[in-house]
């Protein structure tokens, strides 16, 4: 390896190490500096804002990878720009009517939170498709990472409500993401070429649907939570849920540092890089059981306060970290391949049979946090076993990955509840 190359790689891991130990560690602090009912009302509009934000870009950030580097000819950036900046738009207009009707805080905070979480979508993914993927690392944690410095600060100002501090950083955020885009828009404007924003959300619609599928499946524990449960619970279980997504790391180290190849390589190299990151994300989970007696000194007292009695579901949760990646990569085959009209019916029609299953499962045994995880663990399985399914049937086939990662999350949960019982 030459100086220049290890220059990149240290730039890149050191990218990695700061914006995903501000992803993880935000949401921690913010539980640690907050009420527990008032983190338990921004998980769920975070959790309510990525289904929304997801919804009404359309997929249209989806599709820069799209445009840039598999030279597609219906959409255009300037197009893809100009609707970004609408749904932000109509976003701050809900919001102003949130306030001035005097709707509940989380309506208040959903509206801000979907605006902001857009235009990182939109900015994070640019940033992969031109090769900045150090860069798109620290804008991730943008939001999070600035509401905690927020908070923390208001706590130390001595603030009574310092989660209007966070508030007002995820505004400056947003802000700030709007006007490096309406230069970007301005700059494309200066060239020649029609907007295309009718083509643009063609080609945009099909990759919403299908990542808002995945989204619903994969963030359905904490929006459930907050919908079926009381604030505090809901907090509890989203303590346990982010502590569990350190795993998934491992699985964005790789995928952000060979983003651009993965839409560039031949099927078999895709279908390589993908098994080394489930394989990579199994390791990890492993990793964390094992570390898991120490891990409450580093993530502070709300993960030993919720962690302590839910210690079985928190390895449960830890687990599903597996099929996370898993879904996540089976759609980025899918949208690489441009087939998401094609998978989405069936998707969709599981995907609602599922919750509904999951709903009647609940409703028939009664609401703890620990059969809320049961039953989400066996939702998130099933849709991943029919999403590889589907996949199948339309000739997208991963089977080594597909088997291996259904045996790797059938054996860590059970790991994982061996260790519970002996705590």
Known sequence: MNIANLMRLSVYLLSFGLGRGALFIA??????????????????????????????????????????????????????????????????????????LNWPLVWKVTALMTGSLVMQGLASTHLKTLGHGDASILIDAGL?????????????????????????????????????????????????????????LKVGVPLMLGGLVSLLATTSGRLGMGLLASPQLTAEYAVLARAGALPIVAHQLILIARFRNLFAQSDQDVERAILQIVLLVASSVLGFFVLSPWLGFLLGPAFMHAWGPHNMAGFSIVAQAVLWSAIALNDLVIARHQVMHRVLPYSIGFLAFAFAAGWLALAWSGLSLERFVIVHSGVMLSFYIAQSWIMNFLGLRLVRVWLTTGALYLVLAVIGLLISFVY
């Open 144 to 200: 999070l990472g600035l509401m905690a410095i927020a908070v923390i600060g208001a706590h130390y100002l001595g603030a009574v409500q310092p989660i209007d501090f966070a508030f007002g950083a995820a505004l400056l955020y947003c802000l700030v993401l709007i006007v490096a885009y309406l230069r970007i828009l301005a700059r494309h404007c200066s060239a020649q070429g029609s907007l295309a924003w009718s083509a643009t």
């Open 27 to 100: 949401p921690l602090l913010l539980a640690n500096f907050l009420y527990g009912s008032e983190y338990g009302v921004l998980e769920t509009a975070l959790a309510a804002a990525s289904v929304w934000a997801g919804m009404a870009s359309l997929g249209t950030s989806s599709a820069v990878p799209l445009v840039l580097l598999r030279n597609n000819a219906q959409a255009t950036m300037r197009g893809i720009v100009v609707h970004h900046l609408l749904v932000v738009g109509a976003a701050g207009c809900f919001l102003l009517a949130a306030v001035a």
